[in-house]
């Protein structure tokens, strides 16, 4: 099987066959990316590095950072794509003279449990604040990229296993500000497109696994690496039978350029596994890869007792038609990624 070796990142054929043809359609352009230092930017920039490595032709990234100084700038420059443009100021208050773009993927909204149950209210201001100012460069109907979130789902219920990709309502009252914020901030966009100003793509992003994931954070997955990292128990901070899902981040990123290529979607794409795990089975994942990249076998501490075994919070969608719109795959497993994750992590 032929492999990209000379990155960090090893791709297989199809995979680089899918994201080669992708950024082609974005020949010379300029592309404006909010929140390219995060997890999304980061994975976004280095399959665009890869790709202009490995023959596609050749366009701009331009990131706008409030710190070019900053470990996640460093982090970013270090991916090493030679036409990433970044520019210092705050997107929520400065005015930017970045002249005219050709497409926008705005992927600058926060994703911290901590702020949306301490400060709800910013939260939300946050989400709609961030969209307000991204659609201020949005012009011509350029393609508008938008990560949304399957949180504006709510509560999947107990009956239902994969949330469909044309559910159009939330499956009741949004009680999360994060979720209610990637709402509106949705409703903005599409009603952006419907003024002419721009062409609305929405992908509603779930789960994740792969480096640049935080590991001392809410995402279970990584707080699980780090435990291995760290020669520790894992520690399950829940009964461990919620359930969900784990796109690879190059699989993410490879789905997003073709989505920002294919501009017209029908319906907002679900990017994320279809592949439900519990969170119990997760860590025994983690603790299994430790072993073979770590020679650790750690230890697995569930600190709750489930009052209902039957009764469990999951967060898992369908993708089948998001797989054939964008001509995709899942082409990375849970265990390779978590694989990958540790075996980064270690240098």
């Known amino acids: 099987m032929n492999m990209v070796q000379k990155f960090s990142t090893e791709f297989i054929e199809p995979q680089l066959d899918r994201l080669v043809e992708a950024i082609n359609q974005l020949d010379g352009s300029r592309v404006l990316l909010t929140g390219g230092t995060g997890f999304v930017g980061k994975w976004l920039i280095e399959s665009a590095h890869i790709a202009c490595n490995s023959g596609a032709k050749k366009f701009e990234i331009i990131v706008p950072t409030r710190n070019n100084q900053s470990t996640h700038v460093k982090e970013t420059e270090k991916i090493g794509f030679e036409n990433l443009t970044l520019v210092q100021g705050d997107l929520l208050s400065d005015a930017f003279d970045i002249g005219e773009v050709d497409a926008i993927i705005h992927a600058a909204t926060p994703a911290s449990a901590a702020l949306n149950e301490s400060n709800p209210i910013e939260m939300t201001k946050i989400n709609t604040r961030s969209m307000q100012a991204a659609l201020k460069f949005a012009e011509n109907k350029a393609p508008f990229l938008f990560t949304s979130s399957g949180a504006v789902y709510g509560n999947q219920p107990q009956t239902v296993a994969h949330i469909p990709e044309r559910q159009e309502r939330p499956f009741g009252e949004l009680t999360s ?5 990637k709402q509106i901030a949705e409703k903005m966009c599409v009603e952006a497109g419907e003024e002419g100003s721009c062409t609305p793509i929405i992908a509603r992003l779930f789960a994740f696994s792969g480096r640049y994931l935080p590991r001392d954070t809410h995402f279970a997955i990584g707080n699980f690496v780090q435990n291995v990292l760290d020669r520790k128990p894992i520690v399950i901070n829940s009964d461990g039978q919620s359930r969900r899902s784990y796109l690879y981040g190059a699989d993410m990123a490879i789905w997003l350029w073709s989505a920002l290529a294919k501009k017209t979607p029908p319906h907002p794409l679900h990017i994320g596994s279809e592949h439900s795990i519990s969170i119990l089975e997760l860590a025994q994942a983690v603790a299994n890869a430790s ?26 969608p369908s993708n089948s038609d998001t797989r054939s719109y964008l001509n995709v795959q899942e082409w990375t497993s849970l265990n390779a990624g978590i694989a990958q994750m540790i075996r980064h992590s270690k240098h």
């Open 291 to 316: 072993a073979a990249e770590l020679n650790f076998n750690p230890e697995i501490r569930v600190t709750k007792t489930s009052a209902d075994p039957d009764t469990f919070h999951q967060y898992v």
């Open 177 to 181: 500000a994060y979720a209610k914020g």
